[in-house]
């Protein structure tokens, strides 16, 4: 080891924690450290080699003015005191660029960002910008790696202009000519930064989606009494008991759809979806937030079917009725909320059918609950005051217990 460097460098490390860099000289206290608490070898008596290493490292820095250090009586040095006055000679000597140093190189990184097309980068990098001046480490792992947050920029950048479904591995290879380096080095990254800034409410596992990226292909399942016509084929739903998937990639080729059916369903969870059985209604699983193509899709059966009611089924907690809102503004379609009313959500509760509600989901519905999500504060007000919140995916477990409580 080199003792000399590595000494200057653990004194460097305590500047930096008491943010030295910001300081005048005179209002820091001292920086120093115990010689014999970082280096036990230095007093072991077995070990005189090792404390002949330290001590001529020690007096190197003292004659060349980094520290300033006093020998006891028995010639061994107990505190070293970092040289306030030769911070830069010391950085210097080390190669290590100072925390000033790797700021400046962060804020030219973000001047460089282009904001223009995306409200949401331009958010990222005001907030960023604002913490780098005072010299704040970056959230999300970043600290004043101007490397990575050039990357992160650049894929969220990316991310936020994807329109159309796209596979995680084609997405990194597009970037980095690498299928796995988005999900080895960045995905947690830029799944927490989406999560905290997509104005939407979205779950942490859904943000990617919610952003058009999946790891596989994603479907739409649809069953009940209805028609889909493509160019040269057309197929009659009704004929098909469970319905059928279709992918991503097929909904562009559909041409019309016609609901014979007097309600059209759409069904946030799979279980539910295949629960359903109701003959008046056409159903449709979404799965979370429906992506660009599940619009696109949503948005021709309205415009074929616009003589039928439609409504969606989803979770009785918070996001459960943030998905059902974002559907209504982003299809323009008229979906009242079913089986998410008052009687439900206490039926379940009644049965035992439920779990209790995390701070986050109580944070979000104290946010959301006298503006955005406003028509449904009944409800959430019953979950806030009985500590409760219900998955749809419960509703035949709650048949079964009626029908063995009324046996």
Known sequence: MDYRKDIISRLLDVYERRNGYARQPEELRTIQLDVTKEYPAYTDRYNHERYMEINAAIEKDIAEGYIIAEKDQAGRYSKIKLNILKVDACYALLK????????QKVLKV??????????????????????????????????YDARRVAEVLHILAAVTKLSTETYIRNFSTALFKDSKRFQREFRPT???????????????DDILGYYNLYENPTYVLIKGNAQVVFDRSEIELAE???GIALSNG????????????????????????????????????????????KQKLLELIYTNNKDKEYYHEGDLDVYGFLILDNLKKKTG?????????????????????YKKLTAGDRKTIAE????????????????????????????????MIENRTEG
């Open 96 to 103: 290590r660029s100072s925390i000033p140093e790797q700021c």
């Open 110 to 143: 973000l001047e460089k960002t282009d904001c223009a097309g995306s409200d949401l980068i331009n958010r990222i990098v005001n907030d960023f910008r604002s913490q780098v001046k005072d010299y704040k480490k970056l959230p999300y792992d970043l600290g």
């Open 190 to 204: 830029i799944e927490s930064i989406l999560f905290d800034y997509t104005d939407d409410v979205v779950e942490k």
């Open 240 to 242: 098909m008991p469970g």
């Open 250 to 293: 097929s909904l562009a080729g559909i041409r019309k759809i016609t609901v014979k059916s007097s309600k059209i369903v759409t069904v946030e969870n799979l279980t539910t979806y295949h629960d359903c059985d109701e003959s008046e209604a056409v159903y449709i699983y979404l799965g979370g937030y429906h992506n660009t193509s």
């Open 333 to 353: 379609i008229p979906f009242k909320p079913l089986m998410m009313d008052l009687g439900t959500i206490d039926r379940f509760f009644h049965a035992g059918l």
């Open 368 to 399: 959301k609950m006298d503006g955005q999500l406003s028509e449904y504060k009944d409800v959430l007000n019953y979950m806030l005051e009985n500590d409760c919140k219900v998955e749809q995916e419960s509703i035949k477990a709650v048949e």
